[in-house]
Protein backbone atom coordinates (compact mmCIF):
# COMPACT_ATOMS: atom_id res chain seq x y z
CA UNK A 1 0.00 0.00 0.00
CA UNK A 2 1.31 3.34 -1.16
CA UNK A 3 0.99 6.19 1.34
CA UNK A 4 0.24 9.37 -0.15
CA UNK A 5 0.09 13.09 1.82
CA UNK A 6 -1.41 15.90 -0.17
CA UNK A 7 -3.74 13.50 -2.41
CA UNK A 8 -6.03 16.78 -3.15
CA UNK A 9 -3.25 18.90 -4.28
CA UNK A 10 -2.32 19.68 -7.35
CA UNK A 11 0.62 17.29 -8.09
CA UNK A 12 -0.46 14.62 -5.07
CA UNK A 13 -4.02 14.58 -7.24
CA UNK A 14 -2.13 13.89 -10.90
CA UNK A 15 0.34 11.18 -8.62
CA UNK A 16 -2.73 9.53 -7.42
CA UNK A 17 -4.50 9.21 -10.96
CA UNK A 18 -0.85 7.51 -12.40
CA UNK A 19 -0.79 5.28 -9.35
CA UNK A 20 -4.58 4.34 -9.70
CA UNK A 21 -3.87 3.85 -13.72
CA UNK A 22 -1.01 1.52 -13.06
CA UNK A 23 -3.41 -0.81 -10.97
CA UNK A 24 -1.53 0.28 -7.97
CA UNK A 25 -3.42 0.26 -4.47
CA UNK A 26 -3.13 3.99 -2.41
CA UNK A 27 -3.95 5.72 0.77
CA UNK A 28 -4.66 9.39 0.38
CA UNK A 29 -4.24 11.99 2.97
CA UNK A 30 -6.87 14.74 2.73
CA UNK A 31 -7.85 16.97 5.18
CA UNK A 32 -11.82 17.33 4.65
CA UNK A 33 -13.94 15.87 2.79
CA UNK A 34 -13.07 16.93 -0.67
CA UNK A 35 -11.88 15.48 -3.85
CA UNK A 36 -10.29 17.26 -6.94
CA UNK A 37 -12.75 18.58 -9.13
CA UNK A 38 -9.83 17.87 -11.96
CA UNK A 39 -10.08 14.36 -11.83
CA UNK A 40 -12.25 12.00 -13.48
CA UNK A 41 -14.53 10.35 -10.26
CA UNK A 42 -13.90 7.02 -11.73
CA UNK A 43 -10.53 7.67 -10.51
CA UNK A 44 -11.18 9.50 -7.41
CA UNK A 45 -13.32 6.11 -6.12
CA UNK A 46 -10.04 3.78 -6.75
CA UNK A 47 -8.72 5.59 -3.57
CA UNK A 48 -8.62 4.84 -0.23
CA UNK A 49 -9.09 8.28 1.25
CA UNK A 50 -8.23 9.28 4.86
CA UNK A 51 -8.61 12.91 6.57
CA UNK A 52 -6.20 14.02 8.86
CA UNK A 53 -3.53 16.58 8.80
CA UNK A 54 0.25 16.16 8.54
CA UNK A 55 0.07 18.15 11.78
CA UNK A 56 -1.60 15.78 13.50
CA UNK A 57 1.25 13.50 14.37
CA UNK A 58 -1.37 10.73 15.86
CA UNK A 59 -3.63 10.85 12.67
CA UNK A 60 -0.23 10.09 11.00
CA UNK A 61 0.85 7.16 13.15
CA UNK A 62 -3.24 5.84 12.80
CA UNK A 63 -3.10 6.15 8.55
CA UNK A 64 -0.03 4.49 8.00
CA UNK A 65 -0.70 1.16 9.29
CA UNK A 66 -0.62 -1.35 6.82
CA UNK A 67 1.82 0.82 4.47
CA UNK A 68 4.62 -0.03 2.97
CA UNK A 69 6.11 3.39 1.07
CA UNK A 70 5.24 7.12 0.93
CA UNK A 71 4.89 9.87 -1.47
CA UNK A 72 5.08 13.04 0.33
CA UNK A 73 3.49 15.59 -1.58
CA UNK A 74 1.72 17.73 1.37
CA UNK A 75 2.86 21.02 1.28
CA UNK A 76 2.24 24.98 0.81
CA UNK A 77 3.22 26.94 -2.06
CA UNK A 78 2.70 30.69 -1.97
CA UNK A 79 4.72 34.02 -2.13
CA UNK A 80 2.93 36.28 -0.18
CA UNK A 81 4.52 37.12 3.02
CA UNK A 82 0.93 36.84 4.98
CA UNK A 83 1.75 33.06 4.62
CA UNK A 84 5.24 32.64 6.15
CA UNK A 85 4.36 31.60 9.02
CA UNK A 86 1.82 28.82 7.27
CA UNK A 87 4.79 28.02 5.11
CA UNK A 88 7.03 26.95 8.00
CA UNK A 89 4.38 25.21 9.30
CA UNK A 90 3.02 22.54 6.84
CA UNK A 91 6.45 22.56 4.85
CA UNK A 92 8.93 21.69 7.96
CA UNK A 93 7.18 21.11 10.81
CA UNK A 94 4.56 18.93 9.06
CA UNK A 95 7.72 16.85 6.90
CA UNK A 96 9.13 16.20 10.39
CA UNK A 97 6.11 15.03 11.73
CA UNK A 98 5.44 12.35 8.93
CA UNK A 99 9.58 11.74 9.32
CA UNK A 100 8.99 10.47 12.38
CA UNK A 101 5.71 8.30 11.96
CA UNK A 102 7.30 6.59 8.94
CA UNK A 103 10.37 6.12 11.28
CA UNK A 104 7.93 5.05 14.38
CA UNK A 105 5.70 2.49 12.04
CA UNK A 106 8.89 0.93 10.45
CA UNK A 107 8.13 2.35 6.55
CA UNK A 108 11.81 3.29 5.29
CA UNK A 109 10.63 3.77 1.36
CA UNK A 110 9.85 7.80 1.50
CA UNK A 111 9.40 9.92 -1.25
CA UNK A 112 9.56 13.73 -0.34
CA UNK A 113 8.47 16.00 -3.09
CA UNK A 114 10.61 19.02 -2.45
CA UNK A 115 11.04 22.02 -4.79
CA UNK A 116 13.99 23.32 -7.12
CA UNK A 117 13.50 26.38 -4.78
CA UNK A 118 14.67 24.37 -2.38
CA UNK A 119 18.36 24.61 -4.17
CA UNK A 120 18.28 28.01 -3.45
CA UNK A 121 18.23 30.96 -6.50
CA UNK A 122 21.33 32.84 -7.60
CA UNK A 123 21.77 34.61 -10.70
CA UNK A 124 24.21 32.78 -12.84
CA UNK A 125 24.17 31.54 -16.82
CA UNK A 126 24.96 27.66 -15.90
CA UNK A 127 21.71 25.54 -15.60
CA UNK A 128 21.32 24.63 -12.02
CA UNK A 129 21.93 20.72 -11.19
CA UNK A 130 21.51 18.39 -8.68
CA UNK A 131 24.85 19.17 -7.02
CA UNK A 132 24.05 22.70 -6.16
CA UNK A 133 24.13 23.72 -2.29
CA UNK A 134 21.89 26.03 -0.55
CA UNK A 135 23.67 29.59 -0.25
CA UNK A 136 22.15 30.87 2.79
CA UNK A 137 18.45 32.42 3.56
CA UNK A 138 19.49 35.90 1.96
CA UNK A 139 17.46 36.61 -1.09
CA UNK A 140 15.66 33.65 -1.16
CA UNK A 141 11.65 33.50 -0.58
CA UNK A 142 10.30 32.52 2.18
CA UNK A 143 8.83 29.08 0.35
CA UNK A 144 12.18 28.17 -0.82
CA UNK A 145 13.41 28.17 2.61
CA UNK A 146 10.75 26.20 4.10
CA UNK A 147 11.34 23.42 1.14
CA UNK A 148 15.03 23.62 1.96
CA UNK A 149 14.56 23.20 5.93
CA UNK A 150 11.81 20.85 5.14
CA UNK A 151 14.34 18.20 3.31
CA UNK A 152 16.85 18.80 6.23
CA UNK A 153 14.55 16.73 8.16
CA UNK A 154 14.03 14.06 5.53
CA UNK A 155 18.05 13.73 5.20
CA UNK A 156 17.94 14.05 9.52
CA UNK A 157 15.77 11.17 8.92
CA UNK A 158 17.93 9.09 6.50
CA UNK A 159 20.20 9.18 9.45
CA UNK A 160 17.74 7.19 11.76
CA UNK A 161 16.62 4.41 8.95
CA UNK A 162 14.78 5.87 6.59
CA UNK A 163 15.76 5.47 2.47
CA UNK A 164 14.27 8.79 1.19
CA UNK A 165 14.65 9.62 -2.88
CA UNK A 166 14.12 13.69 -3.36
CA UNK A 167 12.59 15.08 -6.03
CA UNK A 168 12.86 18.77 -7.18
CA UNK A 169 10.06 19.69 -9.50
CA UNK A 170 10.24 23.40 -11.05
CA UNK A 171 6.91 25.15 -12.33
CA UNK A 172 4.28 22.82 -12.84
CA UNK A 173 1.57 23.56 -15.64
CA UNK A 174 -1.61 21.55 -16.56
CA UNK A 175 -5.14 21.84 -15.99
CA UNK A 176 -6.33 22.22 -11.41
CA UNK A 177 -7.80 24.94 -9.95
CA UNK A 178 -6.65 28.52 -10.73
CA UNK A 179 -7.06 29.99 -7.58
CA UNK A 180 -3.72 27.63 -6.20
CA UNK A 181 -0.21 27.20 -7.07
CA UNK A 182 1.20 27.56 -10.40
CA UNK A 183 -2.46 26.53 -12.13
CA UNK A 184 -2.35 30.77 -10.93
CA UNK A 185 -0.48 31.46 -14.28
CA UNK A 186 -3.35 30.46 -16.26
CA UNK A 187 -5.97 32.33 -14.14
CA UNK A 188 -3.49 35.52 -14.76
CA UNK A 189 -3.61 34.86 -18.58
CA UNK A 190 -7.13 34.93 -18.58
CA UNK A 191 -7.45 37.62 -17.02
CA UNK A 192 -5.08 39.76 -19.55
CA UNK A 193 -2.62 40.73 -16.85
CA UNK A 194 -0.77 43.28 -19.20
CA UNK A 195 2.43 43.48 -17.81
CA UNK A 196 5.82 40.73 -18.87
CA UNK A 197 8.76 39.83 -16.73
CA UNK A 198 12.24 38.81 -18.60
CA UNK A 199 12.89 36.35 -16.25
CA UNK A 200 13.28 32.66 -16.84
CA UNK A 201 12.62 29.34 -15.50
CA UNK A 202 12.33 25.78 -15.49
CA UNK A 203 8.40 24.41 -15.97
CA UNK A 204 6.98 20.96 -16.72
CA UNK A 205 3.87 19.35 -17.43
CA UNK A 206 1.70 18.21 -14.31
CA UNK A 207 1.32 14.84 -15.63
CA UNK A 208 4.49 13.94 -17.06
CA UNK A 209 5.90 14.80 -13.57
CA UNK A 210 3.58 12.46 -11.68
CA UNK A 211 4.94 9.50 -14.29
CA UNK A 212 8.54 10.72 -13.55
CA UNK A 213 8.49 10.43 -9.77
CA UNK A 214 6.82 6.87 -9.87
CA UNK A 215 9.04 5.81 -12.44
CA UNK A 216 12.43 7.22 -10.05
CA UNK A 217 10.49 5.48 -7.17
CA UNK A 218 9.99 2.30 -8.93
CA UNK A 219 13.58 2.13 -9.76
CA UNK A 220 14.82 1.73 -6.82
CA UNK A 221 17.34 4.73 -6.77
CA UNK A 222 17.31 5.98 -3.19
CA UNK A 223 19.40 8.48 -1.09
CA UNK A 224 19.75 10.66 -4.28
CA UNK A 225 17.53 13.88 -5.51
CA UNK A 226 16.37 14.64 -9.18
CA UNK A 227 15.52 18.01 -10.53
CA UNK A 228 12.03 18.00 -12.49
CA UNK A 229 12.40 20.17 -15.11
CA UNK A 230 11.16 19.97 -19.00
CA UNK A 231 12.33 23.13 -20.45
CA UNK A 232 13.57 26.57 -19.49
CA UNK A 233 11.55 29.27 -20.93
CA UNK A 234 11.06 32.83 -20.25
CA UNK A 235 7.68 33.89 -18.55
CA UNK A 236 6.72 36.26 -21.78
CA UNK A 237 7.31 32.50 -23.76
CA UNK A 238 4.87 31.47 -20.99
CA UNK A 239 2.48 34.10 -21.03
CA UNK A 240 1.96 34.44 -24.80
CA UNK A 241 1.03 30.60 -25.20
CA UNK A 242 -1.62 30.92 -22.28
CA UNK A 243 -2.67 33.84 -23.76
CA UNK A 244 -2.89 32.10 -27.19
CA UNK A 245 -4.64 29.08 -25.96
CA UNK A 246 -7.29 31.62 -24.00
CA UNK A 247 -7.83 33.62 -27.18
CA UNK A 248 -6.80 36.32 -24.95
CA UNK A 249 -4.29 39.41 -25.29
CA UNK A 250 -0.88 38.62 -25.08
CA UNK A 251 0.93 40.64 -22.39
CA UNK A 252 2.41 43.86 -24.20
CA UNK A 253 3.57 45.94 -20.93
CA UNK A 254 7.55 45.26 -20.27
CA UNK A 255 7.72 45.42 -16.50
CA UNK A 256 10.83 47.66 -15.54
CA UNK A 257 11.70 46.92 -11.32
CA UNK A 258 9.94 50.34 -11.27
CA UNK A 259 6.78 49.17 -12.96
CA UNK A 260 6.99 45.95 -11.38
CA UNK A 261 6.61 47.68 -8.44
CA UNK A 262 3.11 49.48 -8.99
CA UNK A 263 2.01 45.97 -10.18
CA UNK A 264 2.75 43.88 -7.20
CA UNK A 265 1.27 47.28 -4.68
CA UNK A 266 -1.81 47.23 -7.22
CA UNK A 267 -2.47 43.81 -7.10
CA UNK A 268 -2.19 44.18 -3.24
CA UNK A 269 -4.53 46.89 -2.86
CA UNK A 270 -7.12 44.74 -5.40
CA UNK A 271 -6.79 41.82 -2.90
CA UNK A 272 -7.84 43.76 0.19
CA UNK A 273 -11.35 44.41 -1.57
CA UNK A 274 -11.70 40.69 -2.78
CA UNK A 275 -11.51 37.26 -1.11
CA UNK A 276 -8.95 36.37 -3.05
CA UNK A 277 -4.98 36.57 -2.59
CA UNK A 278 -3.21 38.71 -5.02
CA UNK A 279 -1.99 37.80 -8.35
CA UNK A 280 1.45 39.07 -8.08
CA UNK A 281 3.37 39.48 -4.89
CA UNK A 282 6.66 41.52 -4.40
CA UNK A 283 8.05 37.82 -4.01
CA UNK A 284 6.83 36.43 -7.34
CA UNK A 285 8.06 39.55 -9.11
CA UNK A 286 11.44 39.12 -7.91
CA UNK A 287 11.15 35.80 -9.33
CA UNK A 288 10.00 36.88 -12.48
CA UNK A 289 12.56 38.91 -13.08
CA UNK A 290 15.65 36.25 -12.41
CA UNK A 291 17.09 33.99 -15.07
CA UNK A 292 17.14 30.80 -13.67
CA UNK A 293 17.31 27.51 -15.83
CA UNK A 294 17.86 23.94 -14.29
CA UNK A 295 19.16 20.60 -15.74
CA UNK A 296 16.95 17.73 -16.32
CA UNK A 297 20.13 15.22 -17.73
CA UNK A 298 20.60 13.27 -14.25
CA UNK A 299 16.61 12.51 -14.59
CA UNK A 300 16.86 11.46 -18.40
CA UNK A 301 20.18 9.27 -17.68
CA UNK A 302 18.12 7.37 -14.76
CA UNK A 303 14.85 6.60 -16.90
CA UNK A 304 16.34 6.17 -20.00
CA UNK A 305 12.63 5.54 -21.58
CA UNK A 306 11.12 8.74 -20.65
CA UNK A 307 10.37 12.35 -21.95
CA UNK A 308 8.78 15.29 -21.84
CA UNK A 309 6.01 16.49 -24.06
CA UNK A 310 6.61 19.97 -25.48
CA UNK A 311 5.37 23.06 -22.55
CA UNK A 312 3.58 24.71 -25.54
CA UNK A 313 1.28 21.37 -26.23
CA UNK A 314 0.84 21.01 -22.57
CA UNK A 315 -0.06 24.51 -22.13
CA UNK A 316 -2.68 24.10 -24.89
CA UNK A 317 -4.15 21.58 -23.55
CA UNK A 318 -4.68 23.28 -20.65
CA UNK A 319 -5.89 25.89 -21.83
CA UNK A 320 -8.85 24.21 -23.69
CA UNK A 321 -9.62 22.02 -20.47
CA UNK A 322 -9.63 25.53 -17.98
CA UNK A 323 -12.62 26.94 -21.14
CA UNK A 324 -14.33 23.87 -21.06
CA UNK A 325 -14.74 23.83 -16.85
CA UNK A 326 -14.94 27.82 -16.28
CA UNK A 327 -13.56 28.62 -12.39
CA UNK A 328 -14.10 31.43 -10.72
CA UNK A 329 -12.05 34.57 -11.00
Not at 16 to 35: C, H, M, N
Not at 299 to 321: Q, V, W
Amino acid sequence: MIFVTGGTGFLGSYILQELVLQGRPVRALRRKLTSPFFLHPALIDKISWVEGNILDVTGLMENLEGCNQIIHTAGLVSFNPSDKKELFKINIEGTANLVNAAIERGITDFVHVSSVGALGRIATSKPIDEEKKWEGNKDQSNYGISKYFGEMEVWRGMGEGLTPLIVNPSTLLGYGDWNESSCGLFKTAYQEFPWYMEGTNGFADIEDSARAIIALMDSGIRNERFIISAENRSYRDIFNWMAAGFGKKQPGKKATPFLAGIAWRTEKIKSLFSKFKPLVTRESVRIACQKSSYDNHKLLKALPGFHFRSLEDSIFEACSKYLKNPQPL
